[in-house]
């Protein structure tokens, strides 16, 4: 009798023992969850925390890198003139660590020294504008002109351009027209003010990336400025003008700027090509700034657009953009 009870006390004991070596796992495990829970919690938010500084800093960063060069255009139009590429706007600011600009007393800390600042002047009347198709509420014969030039030399279709001529202008229309109801579609009552934004009017990509460094958008006609332009934009801009010729004013550009278009005519030396007002010109307004600021394997870009109108130089607008792979921040030109 005694061996069964003692039998039943040892059962009952190691039931217990083995209840609480069970309670003690299920009690380490749900506070190993709880721990683990909290660490990635904290790890979460000091990421958080750790992409708002970097986004605030590059922000401040890039706004006083376009103030900068605000700062140059405006002492540039100072003096007026002519706008060329001797001038210190058109000097473009290589990859730098970000650290060179600060004063050699300041202190820097680790994420300074890996941050690295490039950026650029882009003379935006170097190229042909999408405006010019339109004069008043009507296609412009010179400015469609220019484009179908332009569209021969680069082997795109004509459908392509007229793709290109017949919506520009009907959105020009929509977007000029009074109390207008806003659309969802974009594409019917806004006009688009980058590149990349001409798919709106029916552009493919491979178009768009082809046209991009002949083209620009800009709010207003304008001419093309003959001491920045490329030889392509010359020779589609006016009627007569071959490559060669395009490109032996840009060999007389290179040695001395032009100061009026009668010193283009001149050192092209072809009486049956004239650079005409209101079509070719000498200086600019319209400039877009970028700059690109990498941080480790983050990089952030930012272009804007500004406009000169003797020394006032205001913003018209600004596009941020934040890629890992540096190669894929730079934005169309």
Known sequence: MSRVIIQKAASRSLRQSGAALL????????????????????????????AERSRLQSSLILTGALDWARLILREDGR????????????????????????????????????????????????????????????LSEAGFASFKRLFERLDLPPQTLKTLVDNYLEAS???????????PNQADYLLPQRLDQLAWLGLDAAAIDVLAPHLTLLPARTPVNLNTASALVMSASTPGLDMAGAEKLIAARSRKHFNTLGDASQALGNPGVSFTDGIHSVASRFFEVRGQLRLEDLTVFE?????????LVRTLWRFRGVSNDVSASRPRS
């Open 303 to 311: 272009r804007s657009l500004v406009q000169r109108d003797g020394l």
């Open 79 to 138: 003096t007026g003139g002519a706008d060329h590429l001797a001038e210190p706007w058109a000097v473009p600011l290589e990859e730098a660590r970000l650290s060179s600009f600060l004063a050699a007393d300041a202190t820097t800390s680790d994420t300074d020294a890996e941050a690295f600042l490039s950026g650029a002047i882009v003379d935006m009347q170097s190229r042909l504008n999408v405006a010019n198709l339109v004069e008043g509420a009507a």
């Open 173 to 183: 229309k929509k977007a000029s027209a009074p109390n207008t109801v806003a659309s």
């Open 23 to 50: 309670s003690a796992m299920l009690t380490v495990t749900l506070v190993a969850t709880f721990a683990s829970a909290t660490l990635w919690q904290q790890y979460r938010n000091l990421q958080v925390e750790t």
